[in-house]
């Protein structure tokens, strides 16, 4: 029996991710709730938490579901630093694409909500954001990029994954969102190949012979 229970346990919240996911927190009742888990609002309470832990919960659920795909994306990063950044804009493109999901991203829902979410909710939303950027920064260091230029992609590249989500909301086409990342795909090959004859440049001055005065 507690192995069933847990199955459920695991089954409502998954569906009360689906559910704030689609509403956003602030569009997301108790009876919204009740409805997607199929549970009554004593049992939500007892068994998930209130409307904000239960949030919470949903919004760890998303990072840990998704996390695990960006980082078997940016596991090549070493290596192959473009190609592991688009296939870590590909996990995004692919959840975009899937009909049986909510249109956005919690993430992105999360941080728009912000100003109406409660200290502690709005600190975990920035908290989740903040792993982000340093599975990025992390991934782009490994592929060679200088700290400064890490940094900067990492943020570049977080806030570019999260428009894909807002601007297929809004419309935007499968090859509307590809090309807005080849845009980053391809600065980011453009800056990996300046930064590579930078250091080819700076290798060849240090073993060059030095020059002799007067031919001697």
Not at 172 to 180: D, G, N, V
């Amino acid at each position: 029996m507690a192995g069933k229970k847990q199955f459920d346990m695991d089954t409502a919240l998954d569906a009360a991710m689906i559910q704030f996911w689609r509403n956003g927190y602030a569009d997301t009742s108790l009876g919204d709730l009740s409805r997607a888990t199929g549970l009554n609002r004593s049992s939500i309470y007892s068994s998930l938490g209130d409307k904000d832990t239960l949030f919470l919960r949903c919004l760890d659920l998303y990072a840990a579901r998704y996390g695990e795909k960006y980082d078997a994306a940016l596991s090549c990063a070493a290596s192959e630093p473009v190609a592991a950044v688009r296939a870590f804009f590909d996990v995004t493109l692919k959840r975009i694409a899937d009909p049986e999901l909510p249109d956005g991203c919690l993430m992105a829902q999360s941080a728009m909500a912000i100003p109406a979410l409660s200290p502690s909710v709005a600190a975990h939303a920035k908290q989740a954001f903040g792993f982000q950027l340093q599975r990025l920064r992390a991934a782009l260091k490994a592929g060679r990029l200088t700290d400064q230029d890490a940094e900067t992609f990492a943020v570049h590249t977080a806030a570019v994954n999260q428009s894909l989500a807002v601007m297929s909301r809004a419309g935007a086409s499968p090859t509307q969102l590809q090309a807005i990342v080849g845009v980053t795909v391809d600065a980011l090959s453009q800056t990996l190949r300046a930064s590579r004859t930078r250091s080819r440049t700076a290798s060849s001055s240090r073993t060059a012979p030095a020059s002799r005065c007067g031919g001697r």
